[in-house]
């Protein structure tokens, strides 16, 4: 069984800086701030504070907005 935390790679994910390069692949495929929070089922503005590292991600939105991202 693969640890919950790090998935078998032995480390953790910081949860905080993954926002900028979020931000970025949503950037590239073109989606719209307000479009990916509303699919997301959450506020722009909390979907900002997530992009910049001001609130902490969970794995599950991490899937979720990549999933929107790559339609």
């Known amino acids: 069984m693969l640890c919950p935390k790090c998935s078998g790679k032995g480390r953790v994910p910081d949860f905080y800086s993954i926002g900028p390069v979020l931000r970025a692949e949503r950037k590239a ?23 910049h590292g001001r609130r902490v991600w969970t794995q599950d939105m991490i899937d979720r907005y990549r999933q929107i991202i790559s339609q």
Not at 35 to 45: H, K, N
């Open 29 to 51: 495929a073109r989606f719209g701030l307000r479009e990916v929070a509303r699919e997301m089922a959450i506020s722009a503005p909390y979907l900002h504070d997530l992009e």
